[in-house]
T-cell receptor, first 117, second 111 residues
Framework: GAVVSQHPSWVICKSGTSVKIECRSL??????MFWYRQFPKQSLMLMATSNEGSKATYEQGVEKDKFLINHASLTLSTLTVTSAHPEDSSFYIC?????????????FGPGTRLTVL | GEDVEQSLFLSVREGDSSVINCTYTDSSSTYLYWYKQEPGAGLQLLTYIFSNMDMKQDQRLTVLLNKKDKHLSLRIADTQTGDSAIYFC???????????FGTGTRLQVFP
């Protein structure tokens, strides 16, 4: 199956700093990628839909100026958490849509655990 | 809006069958999915069912869909300790890219 990677797998940062998380589709091109966050023992909540070459579409309640998304190529989307605060600590998961298959499936990255001190 | 509910926890003995249930509200869902998440990892698609199907079997996995009641279930036959994980059901609408995930069911398999 298609492979999606995320980097870093975990990061610890100080409050007020910015953190960038990368999501890459390794063996397919993805015009659409998705960013989710997951709190402990909870479900995945969609934050935004990242479209190659255009602006991301954010879900209601997600601050676009705080969570900057860039999808500059067909294999890479980045999520930057700006001016991070402890409440931003979470597990961030990306997925990439592979439209070449019969299911139009989303493939998920392994996740990035962000801890803000 | 869409809402997908699951029971939070299920504990079964190794070798028994597990049944994980899910209810959803969006009747326009085209596909319904089951994902598995192991600790600290991303999601792995286990199986899916098209909305005009009632049942789908894939090796140890059986998916049942009751569209009238908006109820989806995943049965795992001969459950193994390696099946211990969190299982999410998810739905996608007909005209949307989005996946709406359920609350997740933590399956624990004991010897």
């Amino acid at each position: 199956g298609a492979v999606v990677s995320q980097h870093p797998s975990w990061v610890i940062c100080k409050s007020g700093t910015s953190v960038k998380i990368e999501c890459r589709s390794l063996d397919f091109q993805a015009t659409t990628m998705f960013w989710y966050r997951q709190f402990p023992k909870q479900s995945l909540m969609l934050m935004a839909t990242s479209n190659e070459g255009s602006k991301a579409t954010y879900e209601q309640g997600v601050e676009k100026d705080k969570f900057l998304i860039n999808h500059a190529s067909l294999t890479l989307s980045t999520l930057t958490v700006t001016s991070a605060h402890p409440e931003d600590s979470s597990f961030y998961i990306c997925s990439a849509r592979d439209r070449s298959g019969p299911l139009d499936e989303q493939f998920f990255g392994p996740g990035t655990r962000l801890t803000v001190l | 809006g869409e809402d997908v509910e699951q029971s939070l926890f299920l504990s079964v003995r190794e070798g028994d069958s597990s049944v994980i249930n899910c209810t959803y509200t969006d009747s326009s869902s085209t596909y319904l999915y089951w994902y598995k998440q192991e600790p600290g990892a991303g999601l792995q698609l286990l199986t899916y069912i098209f909305s005009n199907m009632d049942m789908k079997q894939d090796q140890r996995l059986t998916v049942l869909l009751n569209k009238k009641d908006k109820h989806l279930s995943l049965r795992i036959a001969d459950t193994q300790t390696g099946d211990s994980a969190i299982y999410f059901c998810a739905e996608s609408g007909d005209n949307t890219d989005k996946l709406i995930f359920g609350t997740g069911t933590r399956l624990q398999v004991f010897p």
